[in-house]
Nanobody, 115 residues
Framework: QVRLVESGGGLVQPGGSLRLSCAAS????????MAWYRQAPGKERELVAA???????SYADSVKGRFTISRDNAKDTVYLKMNSLKPEDTAVYSC?????????WGQGTQVTVSS
């Protein structure tokens, strides 16, 4: 059974930081492509950041220079460090794993940026 469990969300003031974690089980994490998506109320889900099994990262233009995706294959975990957070970053953030063209999703974690 594949499980992706996100953690680290919460309420933060504008300009603050958070680090999201996504712990994977039931997959061969080392060969998985991992990504973070987010969905704000009334908006479509969007890709925030992705990292290949080789460690190459890519980002949405809206988060470049502020967010960093990383992975620890020894812990089967992918991270999203978010700095300089803005109110428009408020959304449910979900972890995504793709292995052999099969896509898995976590349940999501809420991030709210507000003063």
């Amino acid at each position: 059974q594949v499980r992706l469990v996100e953690s680290g969300g919460g309420l933060v003031q504008p300009g603050g930081s958070l680090r999201l974690s996504c712990a994977a089980s039931g997959i061969i994490f080392g060969i998985a492509s991992m990504a973070w998506y987010r969905q704000a109320p009334g908006k479509e889900r969007e890709l925030v950041a992705a990292i290949t099994r080789g460690g190459s990262a890519s980002y949405a233009d809206s988060v470049k220079g502020r967010f960093t995706i990383s992975r620890d294959n020894a812990k089967d975990t992918v991270y999203l460090k978010m700095n300089s957070l803005k109110p428009e970053d408020t959304a449910v953030y979900s972890c995504n794993a793709e292995v052999y063209s099969i896509v898995y999703w976590g349940q999501g974690t809420q991030v709210t940026v507000s003063s």
